[in-house]
């Protein structure tokens, strides 16, 4: 049939045939293709109708599993949402208030190597505090306790106590400040204290925490309780008490801290008692811890001392030398130089061990024998320490600044919250700096400190763990025998129950055997003031 049409008609519809069949068939594959991507006409009318209709479903009736979970998803984001932005408010406060902040500096001095002394202003209300830093590596400086009057139960002003130091020790002191709190009337320090490593006190009090030192004068805080043992011939017993004893029962040790001699009856009487406690009292700086003047509370207390130490007379009591110098957490062998009662003398070098009546004469050491005695902490059991002070409440744990009194038993409003003076020990993260820190109290420089804001300042100066000691009108502070508030090398202030000090060692001369003190040629004061 094609043999009909011209030879140009057949050539043009042949070529409108080739053409034609690759554009068509592109055209269904692209079509094809949008097929598979887009639901159909019909299908994509059907689905927002649909949607619609449970929409409209969901206000009236309840809705379906997915509309639930939807409605839930959207609640915890928005929770989410807030959460998070009361997080970073709150995270902007906290930061805002932890920052270091030092208006003035008016004093930054290098005493000598390892000894570093600061004063400045701090934060919002201008703290006028005084900071100590003292390097645990530096051989020549060592920490160590001056007690008042040499007795557990003496008072004595912080200056009084450096001038009688600096007088009959070979040691200088460089810095002090007040240690331990302590019982009004009885004037004991509260918690455990040691002091070259006797101890002076023995018993915890609450929960409270304390800070013992190696021989290295690293610290270690936690909430100590020190018990001790004696062994002798086999046997072994508890040391009840330490520089006191409650009754006529159990074992007792007194050292140099208890006085001269065993029992010892303090000379003061009544009225001179009364007058000394109304003198240091009036000091009262509203320290939570002190309590008004109370003449009846008093007379009972001085009667519970006599009647004590009339228990005590008659006991038996075993004169020990000690064979090695006493540190905590190790055996100390001591030799048996005799066997007393009634009033003993304190031995040199020594201690006297107390039987109470539950003991018979057989059954305590006799004289050359040897008694090994031992007190143990409870926590870090197998370091030697050999000072420790005690105070309350934790203000620095792990480097987070946040004060534990609560947790401690500590309640007063105005000890929590009041802006006191203030005194704090603390230690960095490696224990190789110590921070000796003093705030002084409300003043024309600025206020003193609550303990939130003790806490701060002492995260602030380095501390990456420290505790609050004694404060108030007992907080002092000494630096190379001055005043570190008034500047005045005049003793003032209120008397208290001991000091922490830091002690620059006497280097012997190797040439004369003679001892040279080597901060007096050493001190480089790098002092600036402005």
């Not at 979970?69 to 932890?98: D, V």
């Not at 995260?459 to 609050?468: E, F, H, L, R």
Request: include cysteine; aromatic fraction near 8%.
């Amino acid at each position: 049939m094609l043999h009909k049409f011209p030879p140009y008609i057949l050539f043009l519809f042949l070529f409108a045939i080739s053409v034609s069949v690759p554009t068509y068939a592109k055209i269904s594959n692209v079509v094809k293709s949008h097929k598979k991507k887009l639901p159909s006409t019909k299908a994509s009318k059907a689905v927002p109708r649909l949607t619609v209709t449970k929409q409209k479903q969901s206000t009236k009736t309840s809705p379906s599993s997915k509309t639930r979970s939807l409605k839930k998803n959207n609640q915890a984001k928005a929770k989410a949402i807030i959460k998070n932005g009361r997080a970073k408010k709150n995270k902007t406060k906290i930061s805002k208030i932890q920052s270091p902040l030092i208006h003035e500096v008016f004093t930054d001095t290098l005493y000598s190597e390892g000894l570093r002394y600061r004063h400045f202003l701090f934060g919002r209300q201008k703290h006028s505090v005084h900071v100590a830093e003292i390097s645990t590596v530096e051989p020549s400086l060592k920490v160590g306790i001056i007690k008042g009057l040499g007795r557990i139960d003496g008072l004595e002003r912080l200056g009084d106590m450096s001038i009688r130091h600096d007088s009959t020790s070979r040691d200088t002191l460089y810095v002090g400040i007040n240690a331990n709190f302590w019982r009004a009337y009885r004037n004991t320090p509260i918690g455990p204290m040691v002091s070259g490593g006797e101890v002076v006190h023995l018993h915890s009090y609450k929960q409270w925490s304390s800070a013992f030192f190696d021989s290295k004068n690293r610290m270690t805080i936690d909430q100590f309780i020190l018990t001790g043992r004696v062994k002798f011939n086999g046997h072994s017993a508890n040391i009840d008490f330490v520089n006191e004893r409650n009754d006529s029962t159990g074992i007792v040790v007194y050292n140099s801290f208890a006085g001269n001699s065993v029992p010892f009856v303090s000379p003061v009487d009544l009225e001179k008692a009364a007058l000394e406690f109304i003198q240091n009292h009036s000091m009262n700086t509203d320290d939570s811890t002190e309590t008004g003047l109370n003449m009846q509370t008093l007379r009972e207390e001085l009667t519970n001392a006599k009647r004590e130490a009339s228990i005590e007379f008659p006991m038996k009591k075993v004169k020990l030398r000690y064979l090695r110098n006493p540190v905590i957490n190790r055996e100390i062998p001591c030799l048996v130089r005799g066997i007393d009662s009634g009033e003993v003398q304190m031995p040199i070098r020594g201690c006297i061990l107390s039987f109470g009546n539950n003991y018979t004469r057989d059954q305590i050491p006799q004289k050359g024998d040897t008694v090994y005695m031992r007190f143990t902490t409870n926590v870090a059991d197998s370091i030697p320490f050999t000072t420790a002070v005690s105070g309350t409440p934790r203000m620095v744990r792990n480097g987070k600044a946040q004060h534990e009194a609560m947790i401690e038993g500590s309640h007063a409003k105005r000890f929590l919250n009041k802006n006191l003076a203030r005194t704090a020990i603390g230690t960095d993260r490696t224990r190789s700096k110590n921070y000796f820190v003093m705030v002084e109290a409300n003043n024309e420089k600025g206020k003193g400190a609550t303990l939130a804001q003790m806490a701060v300042i002492m995260k602030s100066v380095g501390a990456w763990n420290a505790i609050n000691l004694d404060g108030g009108g007992s907080a002092m502070m000494i630096v190379c025998g001055a005043n570190a508030c008034t500047n005045s090398t005049v003793p003032s202030g209120r008397k208290i129950s001991a000091a922490l000090g830091v002690f620059r060692r006497q280097r012997p001369l190797k040439s004369t055997g003679k001892t040279l003190n080597s901060t007096d040629k050493s001190r480089n004061s790098t002092e600036k003031t402005r």
